[in-house]
């Protein structure tokens, strides 16, 4: 109890600087803007990182009266979130170089204030704590899309994702308005206490709240927005989109659930499993016939998201457990996979089709090979990172006796061998030329840092399961 | 817990009546009205003035910034009334506290007035 500031020190840090941002950015000259605040937003990320992990109690400890909880499962999630920002931010420097806009500044402290509400979001304890977060990250992924001049894609996503994001949002607080109503209060353990049952106003609230989450983490009955938004937005913000976003929905899905609806875990592990198999299945399937990459890639976030949905059908513990491990793989698989894509592009949206990807490997063998690595990774191809993590979902469900669903899971994973594959087909043995931009050094860096990442992770998954492990024992303290 | 149940009950209430009523009227107009539509029916202006150019050139639409400015005031004395009505309690935090939402506020209105948005031309 109390208040308890020095808790959420890194989170402070992040919007005080992200403040501090938007007023140096009223005195700076266009020319010095992009290096300088590329700079000032890498400092403040890698600080906060420091901040995170020395401030994450392994005891899980509450600040402004029981609002926000810390353990060990939001400071992994917070420092995921922080890494791929990083990447997101490096990446950002050499596509603002090539794409011209005059919101520089805004750029990067619109993705800092995303980044505060990202971190605010899984460490959430509280009903509206988690609403407030949820659309401080939302509305400022949406500015974030559309600040490009002249890109009229850009703006439409914008639009499209403000709107069905609202819908959303307005689900899941109906939602929350529910449960408040069942319960006098939005604390989730004083929440948890009052739901023992599945009585009706329980089912109301629990599915209203499961629609919303599956809005936003794009999964299959409420994922129309994705494809288009993936496509049209600029792509270190898809980057953003699809890491980060992620991690945040996911990590908050999991510190809402488990302690509110526990005694219901059997019902609503179900309705994910079903959910998360048709979802596997429908994005692979839909993904087969892209030409576009940022759209299959967003075929295929609908089928990873369907997965990671499956496995919390399995036992409660192994289930955080696997998931974690899986947002993990996915958030460096995501992060590589559009960072590959910025750095291929050029001017006007050029190298975003598989064929403008052709004979890659004459023109730069290294890029080809890394493109083997990510999109392998994404398939889940045994020596790296990616097939560790479906190993692990896997294990789960069949642990859990659920094995028409990890069969289910299989057999859509093979499908996505195909489309993952196209890709390394186009670069190596197509006819033709790739149309190849100037590399600009820090995206490839990024892309580097990444795939090295991917493979060293895939080769020692146990430096991340023992994290993991770490991560879960802190958050199931948290539950007794 | 009671009182709780009786709001549910009105939310479905209202929700039921929200679903009804506009879509009754859409159905029922389907059945009875009168269809004698011609093209000049669908004109912006029925009263018989022929407009003057298609409806898709760019507008000035300046009144919005003005607008949104106006919210970031509105929001201030919103949640500075009960903070003034909750004055004593709160005590020396509360002060902080507003001092820093109304801060965070004013970096938001030198942001307006640097960017020009109360410059009239």
């Known amino acids: 109890m109390g208040l308890n500031l020095k808790l959420l020190f890194p989170e402070f840090f992040v919007l005080a600087s992200a403040i501090v941002g938007i007023l140096i950015d009223l005195f700076l000259p266009k020319r010095v803007k992009n290096g300088f605040f590329a700079t000032f937003s890498v400092f403040i990320l890698f600080v906060s990182v420091f901040l995170v992990i020395f401030s994450s109690p392994f005891v899980p400890e509450t600040a402004f009266n ?227 990459v940022k759209r299959m890639l967003a075929y295929s976030a609908i089928s990873h998201t369907g997965v990671v949905l499956a496995a919390l059908v399995s036992l409660p513990a192994v289930a955080i457990f696997s998931v974690l491990f899986y947002l993990f793989a996915y958030a460096f698989m995501t992060v590589a996979a559009f960072g590959f894509i910025s750095l291929l592009t050029g001017k006007g949206f050029s190298g975003e089709n598989i064929s403008d990807w052709r004979n890659l490997y004459s023109r730069s063998p290294f890029l080809a090979l890394s493109l083997v690595v990510i999109f392998m990774s994404l398939a889940g191809i045994p020596p790296l990172f990616g097939f560790w993590a479906k190993f692990y979902i896997l294990v789960a469900l069949v642990k859990a006796g659920k094995v028409g669903v990890a069969v289910a899971i299989l057999v859509a994973s093979a499908i996505s061998l195909y489309f993952y594959l196209r890709p390394v087909v186009y670069a190596f043995m197509k006819e033709g030329e790739a149309v190849l931009p100037p590399v600009e050094p820090f995206e490839f860096g990024a892309v580097v840092v990444t795939v090295f990442f991917l493979i060293v992770f895939g080769l020692f998954p146990e430096l991340i399961s023992q994290v993991s492990l770490f991560a879960l024992s802190s958050f199931l303290r948290g539950m007794i | 817990m009671k009182v709780y149940i009786v709001l549910f009950l009105f939310f479905l209430v209202a929700l039921a009546v929200a679903l009804l009523v506009p879509n009754v009227n859409l159905i029922t107009n389907r059945f009875l009205r009168i269809d004698r539509s011609n093209p000049e029916k669908f004109e912006p202006y029925e009263c018989g003035i022929p407009k003057i150019k298609p409806l898709t050139g760019h507008y000035f639409a300046f009144f919005y910034i003005v607008a949104l400015i106006f919210l970031l005031f509105d929001l201030e004395t919103v949640f500075l009334f009960p903070w003034a009505v909750a004055f004593r309690e709160l005590g020396v935090l509360g002060i902080v506290e507003v001092f820093l939402f109304v801060g965070i506020l004013l970096v938001g209105f030198v942001y307006a007035i640097f960017k020009g948005a109360l410059k009239w031309e």
Not at chain 1, 173 to 189: D, I, K, Q, R, W
């Open chain 1, 66 to 292: 029981s609002f926000v909880k810390k353990d060990l499962l939001t400071g992994l999630s917070q420092v995921l979130i922080l890494f791929s920002s990083l990447i997101a931010v490096f990446v950002s420097y050499g596509f603002l170089k090539k794409f011209d806009t005059d919101y520089i500044g805004e750029f990067y402290y619109t993705l800092l204030f995303a980044v505060f509400g990202a971190m605010l979001m899984v460490s959430a304890n509280e009903l509206a704590t988690l609403f407030v977060s949820l659309e401080v990250m939302s509305i400022s992924v949406y500015i974030l899309s559309a600040l490009f001049k002249k890109d009229y894609r850009g703006k439409e996503v914008a639009l499209k994702y403000f709107i069905m994001g609202s819908v959303g949002a307005a689900v899941v607080v109906y939602g929350f308005a529910l449960l408040y109503g069942l319960s006098g209060s939005t604390v989730y353990e004083e929440v948890g206490r009052a739901i023992s049952t599945l009585s009706f106003p329980v089912l109301l609230s629990l599915a209203l709240v499961i629609s919303g989450f599956l809005f936003k983490l794009g999964a299959v009955p409420f994922h129309g927005w994705t494809p288009d938004v993936y496509h049209g937005a600029p792509t270190p913000v898809t980057l953003f989109m699809g890491a980060v976003v992620k991690i945040a929905a996911f990590v908050a899905l999991l510190k809402l659930f488990y302690p509110v609806f526990l005694p219901l875990v059997s019902e609503w592990g179900e309705v994910f499993a079903v959910i998360g198999v048709v979802s596997a299945f429908a994005g692979a399937l839909m993904a087969l016939r892209q030409e576009n």
